[in-house]
């Protein structure tokens, strides 16, 4: 039979990372193309040892169904950890547990948007939370960024037209495009967000992970009014598979996004939920996050040298960000950044062309991302190579 | 600051079950209200050795992230396995993994519906099914039950109406009402389905918990156009707390699906993916389901043994269920299934009122819903007395 499918999901294209990732099980390709962590950093042998404790103390409890907004000690531990540390979380705010950060971006929008409200995204953005934005039938109104963030001064001509219910951005590391907002703008976006009244959904999957320069204040942190609903993940801290994450925000938002989870999927796994909950409350949560740390600020120093070496300042430039998983690799005016992602395929190295990350699907792109978390030392060396090679033979 | 919430999301309430047992922390009250499976169906020797044998042999790929559409060798052995034992899927179709049975009716009405679209299900139905409607603003009609399930002359009516895009039902041992459609009425509904070209959403969370009675075909099996969405679960079967449920339909609706899901959670918690790989694709999963279905009917023996034992017929009728885990109790005409429940409530039992499963949410209900799942056997024979004298008192 012929099927006809909801308005919402008609135009909704399958990200194309994951169609790359997808499409490419060449073992001897190098792949910069993922936005996965690296497994050198999972903490397999504690969470071992925690779902062992689990089986043998708990598993009844564990293999219950649960309450919607998650394990009350995770939802707790979370809370306090994070308020303690960052600042992330006043009196009137609470946290709950989602199944990823990804969850609580589209319980977030799902609770506070209509389709048809207008919301204001970094251009470029995460593909993830822009269709998620496009299957709720968002208008999305991209503001381009720079070196420090989002333009807030573009972003105030936006607001000024009127309409905007919602800001999404990704202050820290922001992905794809690398680069952090300066505190000036956070200061800039949050006295915007008040004087026009709109909601900031702030992601926060990688702020834990800087690599060098001073760590800047959440937008949540600045938040005195329950405007800013924080998304946080445990999948850059802990691992990506177990699909635990936290919203910290205004309890009656929270309320509302609760409602919206229990239609959704009841609750989030329970038994990883306790082995997170061990993990943050035991002594060595910390150590783990500047282990982390540690790998990624040697991966990306590799990748940055290597870039260097292989690329004349002529033929692209590229962020060098302070911390997170990508940089952003820009062509000069006139060439195509999907282009030399084929050039660089044909040549065993994937990429992920920037127009993947375009608010307007089809504006064409000269950038494109590059992933440092996940490759060996070597297959960083190897493709930036690659990479240089074919650019050399690209860009005249 | 004050919070406006979308138009979804502002009239739906939570759950009434879910605050029933939140707000019921009493150790000695007894409850009929849950849901949930008995732990002591849980396999947890077996889902530890399988956690240990992930943990030493696949963690880099257990926690790293997956595919949207689940851990291939599950959607591989589930799929081989209910075509195998049920004749659920053919060649058309295909199966993927989703966060517990509750995302496949969510993903399946986001992909199929518009706002405001006519879904027509059973009335009473699954307070988690009409939530989750409700939440799309789908246009719901309710179609009222006996014990050979929904009634499919009025069906007709309501289709002959004409404006009708989907039908939810849980031909199996209904949630709430315990009844079961009769082999007749499924020929009949795939058959109107098919003159009024309508979806068929086929809610199997208990199909194969059956105690007694012969077993009747899914409708998925009786499918040979690929109208049939069917979402099962491993919750009854495996576990709750897990959240790992499964879809059989046809894969263009599969491949819209996966598209929705990406936005929501992009994939289900890998590592029990794979712990359910090994407890299906193990040699002992078939005898593991008939001790689970050992247990209930004992149970289930129980409740109906002692609810006869203490109601007279004059005063109420409840149905007699061959699976699934309700009993559906009836009040004479002029009484309130409410009214009952608070004055079992004041007794230390609780039940769920029959209010909270309607279609119409303010169309009172003379029944209650009483769980046999969840309780011992002391629990059964004690609640079922205070049920036996609240009603006494109540109904003169």
């Known amino acids: 039979m012929e099927f006809e499918f909801s308005d919402r999901i008609r135009g909704l294209k399958p990200s194309l990372i994951r169609e790359i990732l997808k499409a490419d099980p060449d073992p001897e390709a190098i792949s910069?193309?993922?936005?996965?962590?690296?497994?050198?950093?999972?903490?397999?042998?504690?969470?071992?040892?925690?779902?062992?404790?689990?089986?043998?103390?708990?598993?009844?409890?564990?293999?219950?169904?649960?309450?919607?907004?998650?394990?009350?000690?995770?939802r707790k531990a979370t809370a306090e950890r994070v308020r303690r540390l960052h600042g992330i979380g006043k009196d009137f705010d609470d946290c709950i547990i989602v199944s990823g950060g990804q969850q609580g971006i589209e319980l977030a929008t799902k609770v506070l948007l209509n389709e048809g409200d207008t919301l204001v995204c970094e251009d470029p953005s995460f593909i993830g939370a822009l269709n998620c934005f496009r299957a709720q039938r968002l208008n999305l109104v991209g503001v381009e960024c720079d070196g420090d963030g989002m333009k807030t001064d573009e972003l105030e001509k936006v607001l000024a037209r009127g309409g905007v219910k919602a800001i999404y951005t990704i202050p820290d590391f922001q992905n794809p495009g690398g680069s952090t907002m300066s505190l000036e703008r956070r200061g800039k976006l949050m006295e915007l967000a008040k004087?026009?009244?709109?909601?900031?959904?702030?992601?926060?999957?990688?702020?834990?992970?800087?690599?060098?320069?001073?760590?800047?204040?959440?937008?949540?942190?600045?938040?005195?009014?329950?405007?800013?609903?924080?998304?946080?993940?445990?999948?850059?801290?802990?691992?990506?598979?177990?699909?635990?994450?936290?919203?910290?925000?205004?309890?009656?938002?929270?309320?509302?996004?609760?409602?919206?989870?229990?239609?959704?999927?009841?609750?989030?796994?329970?038994?990883?939920?306790?082995?997170?909950?061990?993990l943050v409350s035991g002594g060595g949560f910390e150590r783990h996050i500047a282990d982390c740390r540690t790998v990624y600020r040697w991966r990306r120093d590799i990748m940055l040298r290597e870039l260097k070496r292989n690329i004349p300042e002529s033929k692209a430039s590229w962020t060098k960000p302070d911390g997170g998983l990508f940089v952003w690799l820009?062509?000069?005016?006139?060439?195509?950044?999907?282009?030399?992602?084929?050039?660089?395929k044909a040549n065993k190295l994937a990429c992920v062309p920037g127009i993947a990350f375009g608010v307007d699907e089809n504006a064409p792109s000269r950038s494109l991302r590059l992933n440092f978390s996940l490759p060996t030392d070597e297959q960083l060396v190897r493709g930036c190579e690659i990479l240089g090679r074919e650019i050399d033979n690209y860009v005249r």
Chains 1, 2 share one sequence.
């Not at 062509?331 to 084929?342: F, R, S």
């Open 32 to 74: 910069f193309a993922a936005g996965n962590p690296s497994p050198d950093t999972f903490p397999t042998a504690e969470m071992a040892a925690a779902a062992s404790d689990i089986f043998s103390e708990k598993s009844g409890a564990a293999f219950q169904y649960g309450i919607t907004e998650g394990y009350t000690p995770l």
């Open 330 to 344: 820009t062509l000069p005016e006139g060439y195509d950044g999907t282009e030399l992602c084929a050039r660089a």
């Open 195 to 278: 004087k026009y009244n709109v909601y900031i959904l702030e992601d926060g999957p990688y702020f834990e992970l800087r690599y060098s320069g001073e760590t800047l204040p959440t937008l949540k942190s600045m938040d005195d009014e329950g405007r800013v609903i924080f998304c946080g993940s445990y999948s850059k801290i802990v691992a990506p598979g177990i699909r635990i994450g936290y919203v910290v925000a205004h309890r009656d938002i929270l309320a509302k996004m609760a409602v919206a989870k229990q239609v959704s999927d009841v609750h989030t796994n329970l038994f990883f939920q306790m082995i997170v909950e061990r």
